[in-house]
């Protein structure tokens, strides 16, 4: 198929469509010049509707990185057969880098205030990876390309000042985002059942939530309550949050299916 087939195929809606364009461009570009190339940051919905993509029209193509493993926001590197993923993240070639943003002891500035300040500089969301909150600042991913826009022009976030040093991605340190453990019996772990334990919702409202398209399973959009959920899926809920089912198995002593979440707080 030509990419307008794929297109049609794969793209959700006119957004969805001009960021498979895309990505498909970028997995040409590196294809048919034999140079490494990349996408902007993808948020995990974007990742996923690009992974399903790629996996038909350029099975094996594509590589995705965050500059650290487990990165929520990552981008797609596509490189020729002369380049390993391994020499291209850590060599000249990758298109990410990071900052370290120090701010006086007892700012306590949050995601949104750095986000916020950094948006003010007139950056858009797709040229910054994650955040990674400090005790004394953040530490940054950002697309090497507006790195020299920060250090030259990024000077506050909220009414703190901001002091800047380019840093390694060896010297990223994330912290594990807690979690609460959450144990339910279901008949059958449908979505709606699982929905509903997992954010600790009635299911009649895990369904109507499920209708309304508010749900997603591993950041993919699905509106039917009688899907059954394996063990390792993510589920997302506009509002509520994200949980992950770490197992299903077992049965309680009235016959119930034991399910073992865990849900980020």
Known sequence: MNKTEWLDRYA???????LLGRVLD???????????????????????????????????AGVLFGGYEGAERQLWGFLPDWLEPELWQRG?????????????????????????SLMGLGLTREKLGDILLQEDGAQLLLLRE?????????????????????ISLEELTPVPGKVKAVRATVASPRLDAVVSAGFSISRSRAAELIRAGRVMVDHRPWEKADKLVEPG?????????????R?????????????ELERYI
Request: net charge positive.
């Open 247 to 259: 197992s299903a198995g077992g049965e309680s002593r009235r016959g119930r299916l034991i399910l």
């Open 26 to 60: 970028q997995e040409q570009r590196c294809r048919q010049r034999g140079i490494p190339t990349h996408t902007a940051f993808l948020s995990p919905a974007e990742q996923a509707v690009s992974a399903d993509l790629l996996m038909a029209a350029a099975p094996g």
């Open 146 to 166: 507006v790195q020299p826009i920060l250090l030259t022009q990024w000077e506050r976030a909220g009414r703190w000042p901001v002091t800047l040093r380019p």
């Open 233 to 245: 899926a993510v589920l997302t809920c506009r509002g509520l949050g994200k949980c992950v089912l």
């Open 12 to 18: 959700r809606d006119s957004e969805s469509r001009l």
């Open 92 to 116: 000249e070639d990758c298109p990410l880098c990071a900052l370290e943003a120090k701010v006086p002891a007892g700012a306590g500035l949050s995601h949104r205030d750095y986000l916020g």
